[in-house]
């Protein structure tokens, strides 16, 4: 059997644009004893993966140099089975190669409950897949949000951040955000129901927070670290609680990675500061499912995507994600 598949052809000189890889046809193995075949429905795409075009191999995934197939999150659909675990027409979610029909072994496969089938299957990537477990596992158990909660979530309109933020009010707290452009600001209050939004790009973090939550906070889920922890610091409450996900702001920045000046707040609010790695959680992986689908079902929260439709488009996504043309997750509908 022939497929199409995507290879890099050459090296960026610059950003990476389209036209720096090409679709190839390849032949398609049979599947041995325990494997199956599959065909790929939709492909996520991530920024991270251009820092490994040339790079070395790392923990994040092997360089991707011309010739090579890349490979990100998407959701398949099984066309053959040679494993008792799995038939013809279920779907599940794998790093996938970015190849129309490919050979899968049971293990890379996350597969999709039949009774999610109401479900659209652009949220597997996004709020039910692992930017939705992060949020969730930090916001609802490592932040124990609650109904009373004021709750600040930094890097909002992000893949976690959208996402903490919906779940915050789907638990029904009141939720500020903050984003880096007035387009990310107004997807946060339109679109997302947070109660209030800042760009952090209009003046000191801290008047910022304080302007948008007068009353102060009482849960920070951190996302970029840096100037926005030291302004939650200032505005947390007695016995607040801040989520430390992630640090986007400080990546990359090597020795000259900056903490929290006013830590000495922690003393005089007793305040709580709680990282959290979530491949550490996956006992909680059942509950998430079962929870943020009665969620979609109930219309409290929504997957944030934009859709490239084709296959043969996804060096274009890739290329237009690279330079900002996506909210929310980029993916590409490799049906049409
Ligand atoms: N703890 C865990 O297990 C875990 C798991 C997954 C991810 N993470 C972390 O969670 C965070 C969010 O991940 P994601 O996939 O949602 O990434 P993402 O979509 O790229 O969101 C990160 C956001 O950070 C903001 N940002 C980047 N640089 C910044 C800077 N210098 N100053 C202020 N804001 C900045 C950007 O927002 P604006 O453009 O709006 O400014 C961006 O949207 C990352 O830090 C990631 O490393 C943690």
Redesign the pocket.
Known sequence: METLEVQLDSYPDGSVEARNFRISSASVPEPGPGEVLVHLRRLGLN?GLANRIGGPDTDYGPGIHPGDVPASDGVIEVIHSRNAAFKAGDLAVRKSPWRGVDVATADELRIISAVDSDIPLESHLTILG??GF?AYT?MVHVGGVQATDTVFV??A?????SCAVQFAKAIGASVVGS???AE?VHLLTQELSADAAFN?HDGPAAELLRGAAPDGINLFYD??G?E?LEAALEVLRFRGRAVI?????Q?GKGGDRRGPANYTRLIYQELTLR?????AHEDLRGEFEARVTQWLREGKVHSVHTVVDGFSHIPDAFASLLSGGNTGRMMVDCDS
């Open positions: 920024a692992h930017v992060t930090g930094s890097g309109a992000g893949g976690v951040g984003a880096g452009t990310k952090h996302n970029v840096g926005q996900c992630g640090a986007a702001s990546y990282g959290f790695t979530v491949t």
